[in-house]
């Protein structure tokens, strides 16, 4: 019988990198702010990622923003190889507990909503945070490298070879 032999190629490193849409254009948040595209002009990056606002967990950094038709994103890293908080925050967002964005800033120019809240047309941009429920809703992290997904994809096709090569022998 002949030998098959599969081989792979997986980036197995966990670097912590992670993307997220900060804030969505399509709709206000949780108490009817909107934040109008532009408003995010001039953030200052690199930018602290913190653990839920909390000033004393810094878990990563936000190292680009782009302000597209649809709201600002943001790509990052968290610091995993470093911080033993990052590490554990890594495992949460993995996991799906942790799995929003939210923005801390200070409101430069805006003008009130008839309904209530406001529209923001310019702001500072201080931090944006890893959270579970983010203020606003569509404010997500849409993307997270991790090498627990890569090494469990290598065991499942190892595992399927293993089961090519009894089959054939």
């Known amino acids: 019988m002949e030998r098959v032999y599969l081989e792979t190629k997986l980036d197995a490193s966990d670097d912590g990198s992670i993307e997220g849409l900060a804030w969505p254009y399509a709709q206000g948040d949780r108490v009817g702010d909107w934040i109008s595209k532009g408003a995010f002009t001039g953030t200052s990056l690199p930018m602290p990622m913190l653990f839920a606002h909390d000033q004393k967990e810094p878990v990563g950094v936000w190292e680009a ?96 070879a293993a089961q090519l090569a009894k089959k054939e022998s």
């Open 65 to 160: 923003a782009e302000d597209r038709d649809d709201g600002l994103h943001l790509k990052g890293r968290l610091l995993v190889d470093d911080v033993v908080r990052a590490r554990e925050v890594s495992a949460l967002v993995r996991s799906g507990a942790v799995r929003g964005i939210s923005i801390g800033f200070r409101t430069k120019k805006a003008t009130p909503r008839p309904r209530g809240g406001r529209t923001i047309q310019e702001l500072e941009l201080l931090e944006a945070s890893l959270v579970a429920i983010p203020m606003h809703p569509g404010a997500r992290v849409t993307s997270a490298k991790t090498a627990v997904r890569a090494l469990g994809l290598a065991a499942t096709l190892q595992r399927a």
